[in-house]
């Protein structure tokens, strides 16, 4: 443990009460919004932790002593209501004393009511839940069938809804960026701890762990399944059982989440035996210039499609320069050679999800009127909005050298005259590396919310093995 | 991190063919064991991690590829196939490389089908599934309402298949026996961590973050959510935001689970400053006896409700030589006197669940014809039978001083002039402490898997704070 002295700063319920006000100002007619319910593990009394939807969290909260699983805020025009399950008697032995909802009701400022009252008018909008559970009780509530899952198919009032929760949080507020502000500071610490356990002989696991202990000593939680991998070229890798070698890049992509549900995602590669080679060093220089090239896009008014390019072009400069591609920059980028080596988008939307509003599909992360792009550099692409004061985003290209797709005549292409095999060989102790930051958009352009994170060759080889 | 060089062995594929082969032999008829599917977090995307159903896992396993997401085994008196889901296209570029059908038939040593060519017979029997969305796939396999949840209500072929996972699940074979005694020496580290970690001025969430780090190190995960608290008499305290004080006891309810699914389950309290007070130190000696007492008492035959009981009235001996409760011992337990103070079961079946087979309701944990009992001392004991070789259980008794018990005219009764409260203030800086073990039970008496973990008050001295 390096630095155990965080806490996590909750939001004022003011923030909460302002966010259901801007809400009902964009709403013609009520809304339900359910925060569901925590998941089984392998048995009913076995459970995972509870995590409010997302809506609910940005308009409620997501308290950890359970009150709000089940409930349903009922918002429309003129007034919310919270409809919470009452803490069951006899639940003080076994989980410690629960608020009341009058209890509920002054903690929060807002009006709340046994869920038993609650009388859904049959004309309120909803959202997609993401468990059948929660979609069955909505149904029941509203008498009509309500799908789980994901939200491009919405029509009508769920559409508007839909849309209204969106423009709110595509911009986040004061406590939102403060929220964002803690779960980046909490993710740097499990960085740096990463960085400072690395040595060779270790399991990857090990590493993951001192990371992980560091957001759960400061009362964080995990934003998205942690990779932690030497092989970074498995761009969602799950496993942690590889042996961590000298000569090796680790590659590691772990968020911190704040008890709120505000996300932090952040992604480092650095030498397991705190030493760059000359090719991973060439190499990761090239990637780290085309983050920059592409945080030193941000700014309100450019696409973000712009921001995914100016990497993308960056990246592929270097590998020109490497002898990798031999042609012309931009005749190569347009033919999807810098796809090859990045075959995913440069980032998305950041917020209480890790994929800020992933749940409502590509509706938030694409204008209206937009759709994904059938270039083969773009279609990862998970945003590609104007962006906004406001808005946060991750910036995170890679380089990645992945059999599957250099092997496949189909993903190549026309590019293989234009690819240079030998001198890719060379390169060949850089398997998958990404550098990954979480930017705030602001009226002056980019501020790195993960800046603290060491990321320059210089800085990571001074972090690696404490 | 103390000891890092441990990772868990994975079973041979013949002791799933003999789990399975010995299933067949009890079945009159058909039976599909639904693997079940990882459950999203906050979106569909993000998803908490797949942890197969465990019958399934007992007769299939729990890979981490995600290999048995989603499939189902189809097994009769004549032969077991699994359909499960094949990779999809493209799905090894974002998580690497996946088994085909034919290669997880090789390395399963099972008939591997794709899930599409499923035809389930119309009389097959299911377990009761855990999610929603598998027992909605059931039902539509089957044709039948197929209800989540628990399964008292179980009729006809599925009680039978219930009865029949049942028998073979209590008496753990070979290769279980060896999970177990993996799970409980990540277990004991991760103890041993947490005790190393302690000193006065931390928060509960970083003694937390010290134990969890070892489970994740080694390769494992947490079989429950952690309880680390200074508040031990709040049973299942799910918070971590105490601080830690000098003068203190600290309960750790910690348990790591195999990659496979198998479980730990051990409880330890020490004093956060490394001595206990004469108090403290009094009334943990005789938990302790109580729980050595239980120990003892296990053997096969012997009914565990017994085992309970020994428990039990050894801490209320030591109640009574503390002058906390006046009188004579058999009357004061048949009238609930330890239960005021100790209101919760002795502890309950251990293996694929921390309390195993609790999916199926009290069907496994009570021998047929056996219900709960409503004595105040044993109505929370979730196992009642006979004790054979190769049953695991945990054996657990606990010390709480709960105000809402102590201050209920209902739950003290007719114990009030029996109850010195002059005495039991003395003992004010004991709120809740429990000590348990996970025991196997062999042909001798009791096997502690974890005996290795420090428990008596010398050796908890010694331990903590590194």
């Known amino acids: ?141 509203l008498d009509r069938d309500v799908e789980p899952g994901g939200g491009p198919a919405l029509t009508g009032a769920d559409a508007a809804l839909a849309d209204a929760m969106i423009a ?11 929220q964002l502000r803690e779960a980046a500071e909490v993710t740097a610490r499990a960085h740096r701890a990463g960085m400072a356990r690395t040595r060779p002989g270790l399991r990857e696991a090990q590493v993951r762990a001192a990371m992980e202990a560091e957001i759960i000593a400061c009362g964080m939680s995990c934003s998205y399944g942690s990779i932690v991998s030497v092989h970074g070229e498995v761009l969602h890798n799950e496993r942690h059982d590889g042996l961590v070698a000298a000569g090796e890049l680790l590659l590691a992509d772990v968020g911190a989440e704040t008890p709120e549900g505000w996300a932090g995602d952040v992604t480092r590669a650095w030498p397991v035996s705190g030493r760059f080679t000359a090719t991973q060093r060439a190499l990761y220089e090239h990637l780290l210039a ?43 980028y347009e033919r999807g050679a810098a796809a090859l080596f990045f075959p995913h988008g440069v980032g998305h939307l950041l917020g209480l999800d890790v994929h800020d509003l992933e749940d409502l599909g590509d509706r938030a992360g694409y204008a209206p009127g937009r759709s994904r792009s059938e270039a083969p550099g773009d279609r990862y692409l998970r945003l590609d909005r104007e962006l906004e004061p406001g808005m946060a985003v991750t910036i995170e290209p890679g380089f990645y050298r992945i059999d599957a797709l250099l092997s496949d005549p189909a993903r190549v292409g026309s590019l293989e005259p234009d690819l240079d095999r030998d001198a890719l060989a060379r390169f060949s102790d850089v398997r998958g590396i990404r550098i990954e930051d979480d930017v705030l958009v602001t009226e002056r352009g980019a501020e790195v919310l993960t800046a603290a994170i060491p990321k320059r060759v210089a800085e990571l080889e001074a972090s690696v093995g404490g």
């Open 1 to 141: 443990m390096l630095e155990p002295d965080f806490w996590p700063t909750p939001s004022p319920p003011a923030a909460f009460a302002e966010r259901r006000r801007r809400l009902a100002a964009r709403l013609d007619g009520p809304a339900l919004i359910a925060a569901g319910e925590s998941r089984p593990r392998n048995f009913q009394g076995n459970r995972f932790p509870f995590r409010a939807d997302s809506h609910f969290a940005y308009l409620v909260g997501s308290a950890a002593e359970g009150a709000f699983e089940g409930a349903v805020l009922l918002i429309d025009p003129t007034r919310a209501t919270l409809y919470a399950h009452p803490p069951e008697p006899g639940a003080a032995l076994w989980t410690g004393p629960a608020p009341s909802l009058d209890e509920l009701a002054a903690r929060l400022e807002l009006r709340v009511r046994p869920f038993e009252e609650l009388r859904a008018p049959p004309n309120a909008a909803v959202l997609p839940p993401q468990e059948t559970e929660t979609a069955l009780v909505l149904g029941e509530l």
């Open 168 to 178: 709110l949080r595509l911009i986040h507020d004061e406590a939102a960026i403060a």
């Open 290 to 332: 085309a983050q920059l090239a592409a945080i030193g896009a941000v700014r309100p008014g450019v696409r973000y499609l712009e921001v995914h390019r100016a990497a993308g072009k960056r990246l592929l400069e270097g590998l020109i320069a490497e002898g990798i591609f031999r042609g012309e920059l931009d005749g190569l």
